[in-house]
């Protein structure tokens, strides 16, 4: 029954994704451009949230199309990789997802999209299960972003904040690829301690 639920949502929402937009039949839902790495929340209509992503390399595409999130754990580690993948929420029950990662500026992944830490705890504590996802576009070849030298920003606020936080957690800048990179060693992420409830 856990599996049959999940598989439904994707069913309903891409068959309803058939005949008109999203935003006719979804109040809220997210929305990923493989073209920028980009993911947008989209709610009545209007982004109120959005951050910059790491989808799959070429060898490892992140597919296209409409997806459902099916579930989510906050300190959840990869039973392909054996690395952790925080805020890691499924997508149609498969083995793709999105999570906090290492974005280097361009499509890096083994096919899941990648995000900084605090935009990737902004989007889990924000999203339900049964959220619609609409994956769209083409990513482009490291090589193209590389010569055409189009790389983002790192976060300030992940330096300032997150580093204190979250061990493991920073930015730096990458000098052979002269990209800025919003680093992420998963092998030495520790997370943050559960809250414990004070004794009655």
Excluded at 21 to 50: M, N
Excluded at 128 to 141: L, Y
Excluded at 167 to 182: D, E, L, Q, Y
Aim: hydrophobic share 35%; glycine share 6%.
């Amino acid at each position: 029954m856990q599996r049959i639920i999940p598989a439904l949502l994707t069913l309903v929402f891409f068959c309803s994704g058939l005949s008109a937009t999203p935003e006719q039949h979804h109040k809220k839902f997210i929305r990923v451009d493989l073209s920028c790495q980009k993911a947008y929340v989209i709610q009545d209509g209007d982004v109120i949230w959005e951050t910059d992503l790491s989808s799959g390399r070429d060898s490892n595409p992140t597919p296209t199309g409409n997806y459902a999130v099916t579930d989510k754990h906050e300190y959840w580690v990869s039973t392909i990789y054996n690395i952790p993948m925080p805020y890691f929420m499924r997508l149609s029950s498969g083995e793709m997802g999105m999570h906090a990662g290492w974005l280097p500026g361009f499509p890096a992944s083994h096919g899941c999209m990648r995000m900084p830490l605090d935009k990737a705890k902004e989007l889990f504590e924000s999203t339900e299960v049964g959220t619609p996802v609409i994956i769209e576009g083409k990513a482009p070849p490291m090589e193209e972003v590389l010569q055409a030298n189009q790389s983002r920003k790192a976060s300030a606020h992940l330096a300032k904040n997150n580093s204190k936080l979250f061990r493991g957690a920073g930015s730096s800048f990458n000098r052979a690829t002269m990209f800025p990179v919003i680093y992420f060693d998963p092998m030495k992420y520790v997370p943050p301690k559960p809250q414990q409830n004070p004794p009655n």
